[in-house]
């Protein structure tokens, strides 16, 4: 819901700060004060076409932003999390535009593509006037209203998702047929070298245990060689190093007295006659089990041999084979079988195919029965708004051939006919600006239960009528109003008495300068502009009193 309107510098309006309520806000003021201000604003806001001739006469910039409450619009608050814009229940739009053409766009003060704001602004604001604003005008609304009616939305999002498993299956299915002899030729490739991957069975880790194992082998001589000289030094030579140890106890032990001091000296030292007498036995059992194996080098060796090979041959590193071998044996699985991989495909496509299409004929069958009753509540609507011969169709025509589209087997579209026994067409070629206003107001009244939307905008709906219609399209409007929020410019009364919140436009001149002021009303205003609205610049008695009467009976009719 729109919360708040700030405006500076723009076309007459220096500042200009509305704060905006629930349900039905009038915009009302004479001819030329400035009322299309508002609108055109928010519908720069919301991505609209800039003009630097809007820019306030010697200001540098005109600067735009409206804060709206999302905290019951759960598309909104998706859109903005998913594009990390979010900030808990407000949303907060701006727009600039400076002299010289160049605007600038923000989504909660951060700078974002316009097309952001045109993406964003949709789904909180939709404005029926006549400018492109006009939603009504877009096929995608009309399926969007019409399964909203429904009450298909769920069934929908389920046939787009089953659409894009049956679209991305056909994708593979095609690139594996048009590259059926290049993916013939690859097979073979990958069964070649993973049949001698598979002979050379390498295993994690082994290259590096054979090269440790083929050094201790190779180096037999040395090791055992060391082995037994270390051995001698510790316990086997006549100046060995228990023997020395032992007389460094010995000349301790005949110290003239005891040395508290000493004491742990001689415990270290008794410590290290054992360790190194077991080090020496050790030794000496290793040099008297030690055999050089020249065979199991060899045997080594060939192995170390066949794997540099195989590495040299794939032009890799020997420690990335292992790895190499595990990749091309899962490309080989994954494309093995030739025609039963084709085969495999064309399996999942027809499965995918199938749940589409109980999907989609659901959902045709449901947008069926909601276009009969969504048409016949909208003739009465339009009845009601003075267009008895206005023919309002829910056209849905089917795909060629029922091929799989994202939204179903058909599409949809909102047909008219103006005049009785002309053929319906679409909106954009029949209706005007102000019969498209008053059809889009049905529309919406019918689907304010379901639509989405939480704020319209309606610009000229009364447009060619008066009288009892002018009261109809002020009772629909606030009808409207009580589910959500309606902003709407009219010259109407009958309208304007009807409203929770009555706005009003007005310019003046100071020091050679027009300004335009907008200002919220209270009872007694909104009485004597009902009174203006009814009998122009002079006002009587009794044209107050018939302001009065139909304020009075605006406000009771709806409590």
Same mark, same amino acid.
């Given at each position: 819901?729109?919360?708040?309107?700030? $405006?500076?510098?723009?076309?007459?309006?220096?500042?200009?700060?509305?704060?905006?309520?629930?349900?039905?806000?009038?915009?009302?003021?004479?001819?030329?004060?400035?009322?299309?201000?508002?609108?055109?604003? =928010?519908?720069?806001?919301? *991505?609209?076409?800039?003009?630097?001739? +809007?820019?306030?006469?010697?200001? %540098?910039?005109?600067?735009?932003?409206?804060?709206?409450?999302?905290?019951?619009?759960?598309? +909104?608050?998706?859109?903005?999390?998913?594009?990390?814009?979010?900030?808990?229940?407000?949303?907060?739009?701006?727009?600039?535009?400076?002299?010289?053409?160049?605007? %600038?766009?923000?989504?909660?003060?951060?700078?974002?593509?316009?097309?952001?704001? %045109?993406?964003?602004?949709?789904?909180?604001?939709?404005?029926?006037?006549?400018?492109?604003?006009?939603?009504?005008?877009? %096929?995608?609304?009309?399926?969007?209203?019409?399964? /909203?009616?429904?009450?298909?939305?769920?069934?929908?999002?389920?046939?787009?998702?089953?659409?894009?498993?049956?679209?991305?299956?056909?994708?593979? =299915?095609?690139?594996?047929?048009?590259?059926?002899?290049?993916?013939?030729?690859?097979? #073979?490739?990958?069964?070649?070298?993973?049949?001698?991957?598979?002979?050379?069975?390498?295993?994690?880790?082994?290259?590096?245990?054979?090269?440790?194992? #083929?050094?201790?082998?190779?180096?037999?001589?040395?090791?055992?060689?060391?082995?037994? #000289?270390?051995?001698?030094?510790?316990?086997?030579?006549?100046?060995?190093?228990?023997?020395?140890?032992?007389?460094?106890?010995?000349?301790?032990?005949?110290?003239?007295?005891?040395?508290?001091?000493?004491?742990?000296?001689?415990?270290?030292?008794? /410590?290290?006659?054992?360790?190194?007498?077991?080090?020496?036995?050790? =030794?000496?059992?290793?040099?008297?089990?030690?055999?050089?194996?020249?065979?199991?080098?060899?045997?080594?060796?060939?192995?170390?041999?066949?794997?540099?090979?195989?590495?040299?041959?794939?032009?890799?590193?020997?420690?990335?084979?292992?790895?190499?071998?595990?990749? =091309?044996?899962?490309?080989?699985?994954?494309?093995?079988?030739?025609?039963?991989?084709?085969?495999?495909? /064309?399996?999942?496509? /027809?499965?995918?195919?199938?749940?589409?299409?109980?999907?989609?004929?659901?959902?045709?069958?449901?947008?069926?029965?909601?276009?009969?009753?969504?048409?016949?509540?909208?003739?009465?609507?339009?009845?009601?708004?003075?267009?008895?011969?206005?023919?309002?169709?829910?056209?849905?025509?089917?795909?060629?051939?029922?091929?799989?589209?994202?939204?179903?087997?058909?599409?949809?579209?909102?047909?008219?006919?103006?005049?009785?026994? #002309?053929?319906?067409?679409?909106?954009? @070629?029949?209706?005007?600006?102000?019969?498209?206003?008053?059809?889009?107001?049905?529309?919406?009244?019918?689907?304010?239960?379901?639509?989405?939307?939480?704020?319209?905008?309606?610009?000229?709906?009364?447009?060619?009528? *008066?009288?009892?219609?002018?009261?109809?399209?002020?009772?629909?409007?606030?009808?409207?109003?009580?589910?959500?929020? $309606?902003?709407?410019?009219?010259?109407?009364?009958?309208?304007?008495?009807?409203?929770?919140?009555?706005?009003?436009?007005?310019?003046?001149?100071? @020091?050679?300068?027009?300004?335009?002021?907008?200002?919220?009303?209270?009872?007694?205003?909104?009485?004597?502009?009902?009174?203006?609205?009814?009998?122009?610049?002079?006002?009587?008695?009794?044209?107050?009193?018939?302001?009065?009467?139909?304020?009075?009976?605006?406000?009771?009719?709806?409590?």
């Amino acid at each position: 819901m729109l919360t708040q309107l700030t $405006v500076s510098n723009y076309a007459i309006a220096e500042r200009v700060e509305l704060q905006f309520s629930p349900g039905m806000t009038a915009l009302t003021g004479e001819t030329g004060a400035g009322k299309s201000i508002v609108l055109d604003a =928010l519908g720069l806001v919301m *991505g609209g076409r800039a003009d630097a001739g +809007a820019v306030r006469h010697g200001a %540098k910039r005109a600067d735009i932003t409206a804060s709206f409450d999302i905290s019951r619009i759960p598309d +909104a608050q998706s859109w903005l999390e998913h594009h990390e814009l979010d900030d808990k229940d407000d949303c907060i739009l701006r727009r600039t535009i400076s002299k010289d053409g160049r605007s %600038k766009a923000f989504i909660n003060g951060q700078p974002c593509p316009l097309s952001q704001l %045109k993406e964003l602004g949709a789904q909180l604001m939709d404005i029926h006037s006549q400018h492109q604003h006009q939603s009504l005008l877009r %096929k995608e609304t009309h399926r969007k209203l019409l399964d /909203e009616f429904a009450g298909a939305e769920t069934l929908a999002e389920e046939t787009r998702s089953a659409w894009k498993a049956w679209n991305d299956t056909r994708h593979k =299915l095609r690139q594996r047929q048009q590259n059926a002899d290049e993916t013939e030729a690859r097979l #073979q490739l990958l069964r070649y070298q993973v049949e001698e991957l598979d002979r050379l069975a390498l295993a994690e880790d082994e290259q590096e245990s054979l090269e440790a194992e #083929q050094a201790q082998l190779s180096q037999a001589d040395a090791i055992l060689h060391n082995s037994h #000289q270390a051995a001698l030094l510790c316990t086997e030579n006549d100046a060995s190093a228990v023997d020395l140890i032992r007389q460094a106890l010995q000349q301790l032990e005949q110290l003239p007295s005891e040395v508290p001091a000493l004491a742990d000296t001689i415990q270290m030292l008794n /410590e290290a006659q054992i360790q190194v007498s077991e080090a020496g036995d050790n =030794l000496r059992r290793f040099v008297d089990d030690y055999e050089a194996d020249p065979a199991r080098l060899t045997e080594v060796e060939e192995r170390l041999s066949a794997i540099y090979q195989m590495a040299r041959k794939h032009r890799i590193p020997p420690e990335e084979l292992f790895e190499l071998h595990r990749h =091309l044996s899962q490309e080989l699985a994954d494309l093995d079988g030739g025609e039963g991989s084709l085969e495999q495909l /064309e399996a999942e496509l /027809e499965s995918h195919r199938a749940t589409f299409n109980t999907l989609a004929n659901d959902l045709s069958e449901k947008r069926r029965t909601a276009a009969v009753e969504l048409d016949q509540r909208i003739a009465r609507e339009l009845t009601q708004l003075n267009m008895p011969s206005v023919q309002f169709v829910s056209h849905l025509s089917r795909n060629h051939d029922e091929t799989p589209s994202p939204h179903g087997l058909e599409e949809v579209e909102f047909l008219v006919s103006a005049n009785p026994g #002309q053929p319906a067409r679409s909106l954009a @070629k029949v209706a005007s600006g102000g019969e498209l206003s008053r059809i889009s107001l049905a529309i919406q009244v019918v689907v304010a239960q379901t639509s989405t939307t939480p704020t319209l905008v309606f610009d000229e709906v009364d447009v060619g009528i *008066g009288g009892g219609t002018a009261e109809v399209v002020g009772r629909l409007l606030r009808s409207l109003g009580e589910n959500g929020q $309606v902003l709407c410019v009219t010259h109407l009364p009958q309208v304007a008495a009807q409203c929770h919140q009555h706005l009003f436009v007005s310019k003046f001149t100071e @020091k050679d300068s027009t300004y335009s002021r907008i200002e919220r009303l209270d009872d007694q205003g909104r009485i004597s502009e009902v009174a203006r609205m009814l009998g122009g610049v002079d006002m009587t008695e009794q044209t107050i009193a018939h302001a009065r009467e139909m304020f009075v009976k605006g406000q009771a009719t709806h409590h």
